[in-house]
């Protein structure tokens, strides 16, 4: 059964197993750093479809489709589906899974989304209520513009700290054995509330509650970074990475030899990205298509996948409410 150690930390002692991972994403996407770890690399951004929203639904219902595939394991034969997505009330994730018929959960922790159903799956799953889970998150950049921003034809400016919100979904497949991948730590974040206010600047946002998050998981379980392989957010990009850093190293902790982040791995320099990419996509494709694959292949084989997300919605933006950010850790090892 699980264990609470330390404050804030929980240990799996029969850690759950990753059975299999996927990611689709679209264009831009693929044409960046990672573009050949990726599934699939979609040339039509609509998926098909009628509207950017339910193009975001069909990207995420083939991802789960895929990891199932991957698997060898039936959707009907999956316990329950964890996922979320950035649209109001989840609306995509529900809409991509209700077909599946069965159990459904929609989380929402914004670009934390992944971090969030991976943990709460390995939690279900050593606990005896579930047997396979699929943890799942999506984002796509012109339903998030749609909703957070602008109409696209309005062309507005994005300042440098703005970061660009990914057309990506990942998927995992969770269950009680059956790989030498496992979960065997998770940490639930606590909301960080900082005063920050700008909407196109998430990365300073979400930064301290990483800092929480990661040094709470260090003390309780006395490791130190370089334990670990790679310890990597999603998404910071750029300028939430370096205050990181920052932030860790003003409490005596450097992660700098292991340390990565989602959102600036996903784009290349010369994409146009600004500080690099967000939404609930972009870390769920970089985990799904890249660090997965890694680990499974034994390059990799501790690993820190530690969400992050700016807690905000049009309508607090609007009436100024500042930004809460939250971070979800799990640690994930090749047994």
Not at 120 to 147: N, T, Y
């Amino acid at each position: 059964m699980a264990k609470r150690i330390g404050k804030r930390t929980i240990r799996f002692d029969k850690p759950p197993a990753i059975l299999a991972s996927a990611a689709i994403v679209g264009e831009k996407e693929g044409q960046g750093p990672l573009g050949t770890f990726f599934d699939v690399v979609s040339q039509d951004s609509h998926f098909g479809q009628k509207s950017w929203e339910l193009a975001e639904s069909e990207m995420q219902k083939k991802t789960i489709a895929l990891a199932a595939e991957k698997a060898g394991v039936q959707l009907s034969g999956l316990d329950c589906i964890l996922a979320g997505d950035l649209l109001n009330q989840c609306v995509g994730s529900s809409m991509a899974s209700v077909e599946a018929h069965v159990p459904f959960l929609g989380l929402y922790g914004a670009c934390s989304t992944m971090a969030q159903g991976m943990a709460v799956g390995a939690a279900l799953i050593d606990g005896g209520a579930v047997r396979k889970a699929a943890a799942a998150a999506s984002s796509h950049f012109c339903s998030a513009e749609r909703q957070y921003r602008f109409p696209l034809a309005y062309g507005g400016q994005r300042p440098p700290t703005a970061q660009w919100t990914a057309t990506a979904s990942g998927a995992a497949v969770l269950a009680e054995s059956g790989s030498k991948v496992q979960i065997t730590h998770a940490v639930f974040g606590e909301m960080v509330d900082m005063g920050v206010k700008d909407a196109n600047n998430m990365g300073s946002a979400m930064a301290p509650s990483a800092c929480d998050t990661l040094e709470h998981l260090f003390e309780d379980t006395g490791t130190k970074p370089t334990d670990y392989d790679r310890i990597l957010t999603g998404d910071l990009a750029n300028v939430g990475a370096d205050l990181l850093v920052t932030l860790l190293r003003d409490d005596g902790i450097d992660i700098t030899p292991v340390y990565s982040d989602c959102g600036s791995m996903l784009y290349g320099e010369d994409q146009d990205a600004h500080a690099g990419g967000s939404g609930c996509g972009c870390s769920a494709a970089v985990i799904c298509g890249h660090i997965l694959r890694e680990m499974e292949e034994g390059r990799l084989k501790k690993v820190i996948f530690a969400g992050t997300g700016a807690l905000m919605s049009p309508t607090s933006i609007q009436q100024g409410q500042s930004i809460a950010g939250i971070c979800h850790a799990v640690v994930i090892e090749r047994k």
